[in-house]
């Protein structure tokens, strides 16, 4: 059985969710007081769907059912706000899968608890009968589905665990806060031969802000940026910002058989003056990333580096920046 009640450490994981999009006016944003992972975790819904490459999710749900006998079994570390529950169970309400039990880890109580509320509702209103708090219970519906909600850290869940193995484990953007073999590791106990890893939206390298606001403090932020996702703990094991690439290398140098791989790039840019959903909250979240990782740092000058920030933050407020990060996604079969 998965413990739920083990401590947290080590890493805050991310994850996605898809929204209508809703068209919202410059005027109506502006630069949040204070910050919100869970909120930032709902924001980026929008983003994540544009972004996740469709060969790959498109091969990985045909690879789950085909490969499963019921109940398919379900595993996620840093599963957020519940995102990926709700993409699994759209996908196989239409197939010939009619039982789904999922455990949904994160390391944050609070994206735990959104991800518990968002979901009950998320099923109710798609007509399912929703009953327990954790596992959560969904009847009534293509698929019957079993959510159990988990707050813990991904290591602890793995070196606890007694229950029968999982179909698949999906890690979405958690690899690169993470040593890729130590995650993997721990992570291949847990699967059943032949199940997949499903592992989308990891950074790989790039992050580029339009319009430029001075070419050389743009590069130096962006250098500096990305090597603020070392961790020295890790002595080097950590991969950062070309997380995608070593994690491809770490599959194809293991026991797992890479069957497919692709880009899944967040872009956003605005439309019409504004950003679709609560994109511009997005952004913003994204900016205080790098001001609270550069602020005070001895290769930038302070005053340069706040009005940088500053005129990042006008050109959303105003419907204006463009913002492109490179990532990828891998599916693989553990053997």
Same mark, same amino acid.
């Given at each position: 059985?998965?413990?739920?009640?083990?401590?947290?450490?080590?890493?805050?994981?991310?994850?996605?969710?898809?929204?209508?999009?809703?068209?919202?006016?410059?005027?109506?944003?502006?630069?949040?007081?204070? %910050?919100? %992972?869970?909120?930032?975790?709902?924001a980026?819904?929008?983003?994540d769907?544009?972004?996740?490459n469709?060969?790959?999710?498109?091969?990985?749900?045909?690879?789950?059912?085909?490969?499963?006998?019921?109940?398919?079994?379900?595993?996620?570390? =840093?599963?957020?706000?519940?995102?990926? &529950?709700?993409?699994?169970?759209?996908?196989?309400?239409?197939?010939?899968?009619?039982?789904?039990?999922?455990?949904?880890?994160?390391? $944050?109580?609070?994206?735990? /608890?959104?991800?518990?509320? +968002?979901l009950?509702?998320?099923? $109710?209103?798609?007509?399912?009968?929703?009953?327990? =708090?954790?596992?959560?219970?969904?009847?009534?519906?293509?698929?019957? &589905?079993?959510?159990?909600?988990?707050?813990?850290?991904?290591?602890?869940?793995? +070196?606890a665990? /007694?229950?029968?193995?999982?179909?698949?484990?999906?890690?979405?953007? &958690?690899?690169?806060?993470? @040593?890729?073999?130590d995650?993997?590791?721990?992570?291949a106990?847990?699967?059943?031969?032949?199940?997949?890893? %499903?592992?989308p939206?990891?950074?790989?390298?790039?992050?580029?802000?339009?319009?430029?606001?001075?070419?050389?403090?743009?590069?130096?932020?962006?250098?500096?940026?990305?090597?603020?996702?070392a961790?020295? @703990?890790?002595?080097?094991?950590?991969?950062?910002?070309?997380?995608?690439?070593?994690?491809?290398?770490?599959?194809?140098?293991s026991?797992?058989?890479?069957? $497919?791989?692709?880009?899944?790039?967040?872009?956003?840019?605005?439309?019409?003056?504004?950003?679709?959903g609560?994109?511009a909250?997005?952004?913003?979240?994204?900016?205080?990333?790098?001001?609270?990782?550069?602020?005070?740092?001895p290769e930038?000058?302070?005053?340069?580096?706040?009005?940088?920030v500053?005129?990042?933050?006008?050109? &959303? /407020?105003?419907? +204006?920046?463009? %913002?492109?990060?490179?990532?990828?996604?891998?599916?693989?079969?553990?053997?």
């Amino acid at each position: 059985d998965l413990a739920g009640d083990l401590p947290p450490h080590r890493v805050v994981p991310r994850s996605h969710r898809t929204p209508l999009p809703i068209r919202v006016p410059p005027h109506f944003v502006t630069d949040p007081a204070t %910050y919100s %992972y869970p909120r930032y975790l709902e924001a980026k819904k929008t983003v994540d769907a544009r972004a996740l490459n469709r060969r790959v999710w498109s091969r990985f749900v045909d690879e789950l059912e085909a490969s499963s006998a019921p109940p398919v079994r379900v595993l996620e570390v =840093g599963g957020g706000v519940g995102a990926t &529950v709700e993409r699994v169970v759209e996908a196989l309400e239409p197939r010939t899968t009619d039982a789904l039990h999922y455990t949904l880890v994160d390391i $944050e109580p609070d994206n735990v /608890e959104a991800a518990r509320g +968002g979901l009950r509702a998320w099923a $109710e209103r798609r007509g399912y009968n929703v009953s327990g =708090g954790t596992p959560q219970v969904w009847t009534g519906g293509p698929v019957e &589905v079993t959510v159990r909600f988990v707050s813990a850290d991904l290591f602890d869940v793995a +070196g606890a665990y /007694e229950g029968p193995p999982h179909d698949a484990v999906i890690a979405q953007a &958690v690899l690169d806060l993470l @040593s890729i073999p130590d995650a993997l590791g721990a992570l291949a106990p847990l699967l059943a031969p032949e199940g997949l890893w %499903y592992l989308p939206i990891h950074f790989d390298g790039v992050t580029a802000l339009e319009p430029q606001v001075d070419s050389d403090l743009d590069a130096r932020v962006e250098r500096l940026f990305h090597e603020s996702m070392a961790d020295p @703990s890790l002595d080097g094991e950590r991969a950062g910002a070309h997380c995608g690439r070593r994690l491809l290398r770490h599959l194809h140098d293991s026991d797992a058989a890479l069957l $497919e791989a692709g880009s899944s790039d967040w872009v956003v840019v605005p439309q019409d003056g504004g950003y679709p959903g609560d994109e511009a909250y997005f952004l913003h979240h994204i900016l205080h990333f790098i001001e609270t990782e550069l602020t005070g740092h001895p290769e930038l000058d302070a005053e340069a580096f706040a009005e940088w920030v500053a005129t990042r933050r006008r050109q &959303v /407020e105003t419907g +204006g920046l463009i %913002y492109i990060a490179h990532q990828l996604d891998a599916l693989a079969r553990h053997r």
